[in-house]
């Protein structure tokens, strides 16, 4: 990671409010080429609320967001051609065939020689065999690995990962991190990365953002951060954020 | 506005129609179904009617343009319902499209399967009950063209109120040509109507369709003001439209309707 190139995205005091419920209270945190930022918390801690706000889906109550020194309201169709996202939540119609999906949506993002690229991430992701196959009879974790050759399309310098992992059996769990993790060293990309497996966060992510109740709890290396807190995994630490966060409410000093 | 964008809402489609008779059979049929209907309804009108009234062009041909207009509002809203069934909203305007490139890509896709309906329509209105626009010449074509920007204006319209309400609300686009119909004077002059209905016809592109239409078929000459008319009111509809849907889905990002599109998350 170089500290002296601009960070890709810059959150400034994010916050979205729906009626009387805060979901995101006033977040701040920068994300940088070829790191990978985890972005952890219980449910309904505010991830994807946050996620949806930088992929210009969802518009913020105050703050800002800037990818590459764009401000994502002005630049929204700028910026996504160079951003690309996958979740467990949004799969690909299961009305298409996988590489029909793939060339609709390399359309989309303005992507240059489609079908090679479609080739190389069927054999990146394992999908040769389903190329023909409509989404909607693949498996989950199948239809996960869509997913992700959707997000890894147009090469995009910020990519955004919620759970990428979360329906894929062990085997194919550690393949995909080992591409994510080589992905962030090889394109200079940068990925914001939720996930519930404390395991794959200490393995894959350089820094972690603990969210609680829309508010930044805590920060730092998640190889460090539980013995900073008293903890000796992870994983603790995570059921004292999602249980007991008062107990670690940052002091202003630290944020 | 990058073209290939909308291209790629209707390859999407072209994918969804190849193979799948369940988007194919509804081209044709309904509209085949009403030719038949209405061809053998004129057919016997023309035998049992004293005047020298030509049924077939008059109301075969007012059903068969009625049911191309239907097609076209229909085909914008079925390219649209395409996202809401297979909940795509979160992949697609998380994409760099724009809604500009996103409604040309609804509308291109429309002109093409309509144009194919609706030379599914004449070849079978000319070849089983006779009704030849040809010997009309060109004069029909503006008409036409009013109708499919009418149909343009009215599909958007009906997508932004989907987007607004929610899924269920598509139960409120279908009756939308049958509730029309009646203002339209699809069959009978607008001066047939109460007092009451025709300031509402007025503001129909298709009731100066229908009425220049019956012009043709009567005199055999083309008004230009009926289409100055319709395709003036038909534009403005148009820019209303886009104007509405643009809005609504400002409205969805700032709610994050688009993010958690569902039947359950529209009030």
């Known amino acids: 990671m170089d500290s002296t190139i601009p960070p890709t995205l810059v959150v400034l005091g994010l916050r979205k409010v729906y009626g009387n419920t805060v979901a995101v209270d006033g977040i701040s945190f920068e994300l940088r080429q070829n790191e990978i930022l985890g972005l952890l918390g219980p449910n309904g801690a505010g991830k994807t609320t946050t996620i949806n706000m930088i992929l210009g889906v969802l518009k913020p109550t105050t703050g800002e967001i800037s990818v590459d020194g764009m401000n994502i309201l002005k630049h929204r169709s700028k910026i996504l051609e160079h951003t690309n996202f996958s979740a467990v939540y949004a799969p690909l119609p299961g009305n298409l065939t996988v590489v029909q999906n793939l060339r609709v949506f390399g359309l989309l993002y303005g992507i240059q020689h489609i079908p090679e690229k479609i080739e190389e991430l069927l054999t990146t992701f394992d999908l040769v065999k389903f190329r023909d196959t409509k989404c909607g009879v693949l498996s989950s974790g199948e239809q996960t690995r869509v997913g992700l050759a959707k997000a890894f399309l147009n090469d995009p310098t910020l990519l955004l990962l919620d759970e990428p992992t979360a329906s894929l059996d062990p085997s194919m769990a550690l393949e995909i991190r080992t591409l994510i993790k080589e992905f962030a060293q090889k394109k200079s990309v940068a990925i914001l990365l939720t996930s519930h497996n404390m395991y794959e966060v200490e393995h894959i992510c350089d820094r972690v953002l603990f969210l609680s109740k829309g508010k930044i709890l805590l920060e730092g290396d998640p190889k460090r951060l539980p013995q900073e807190h008293g903890k000796e995994t992870l994983e603790d630490l995570f059921i004292t954020v999602a249980r007991e966060p008062l107990s670690l409410e940052r002091s202003p000093e630290t944020v | ?267």
């Open chain 2, 1 to 267: 506005m990058k073209f290939s964008r909308a291209y790629a809402i209707v390859l999407r489609y072209a994918y969804l129609l190849r193979g799948s008779a369940t988007r194919i059979v509804p081209l044709f049929a309904w509209s085949v179904i009403d030719i038949v209907l209405w061809g053998f309804i004129t057919k016997y009108l023309n035998r049992v009617t004293s005047s020298q009234i030509d049924f077939v062009p008059m109301l075969l041909g007012a059903v068969l343009f009625w049911d191309f207009f239907t097609r076209v509002m229909q085909g914008v809203t079925t390219t649209f319902f395409e996202d809401v069934w297979s909940r795509n909203f979160l992949n697609i305007f998380s994409t760099p499209m724009k809604i500009s490139e996103y409604l040309t890509g609804l509308v291109a896709t429309t002109l093409i399967t309509s144009i194919i309906g609706l030379a599914a329509m004449l070849l079978m209105a000319s070849a089983a009950f006779g009704l030849s626009f040809f010997s009309y010449g060109i004069m029909f074509f503006p008409f036409i063209i009013v109708l499919v920007l009418f149909g343009i204006a009215f599909g958007i319209f009906a997508c932004a109120l989907v987007l607004r309400l929610g899924p269920a609300s598509e139960w409120f686009i279908w009756p939308i040509p049958a509730i029309l119909a009646p203002f339209a004077g699809v069959f009978y002059p607008i001066s047939t109507l109460p007092d009451w209905m025709q300031p509402i016809s007025r503001l129909l592109p298709a009731s100066y369709v229908f009425e220049g239409m019956r012009d043709v078929v009567a005199n055999r000459t083309v008004s230009i003001l009926p289409i100055a008319l319709g395709g003036g009111i038909s534009l403005v509809y148009i820019l209303l439209a886009y104007w509405s849907f643009s809005r609504v889905y400002r409205y969805a990002v700032e709610t994050g309707l688009i993010a958690r599109y569902s039947a359950e998350s529209v009030g």
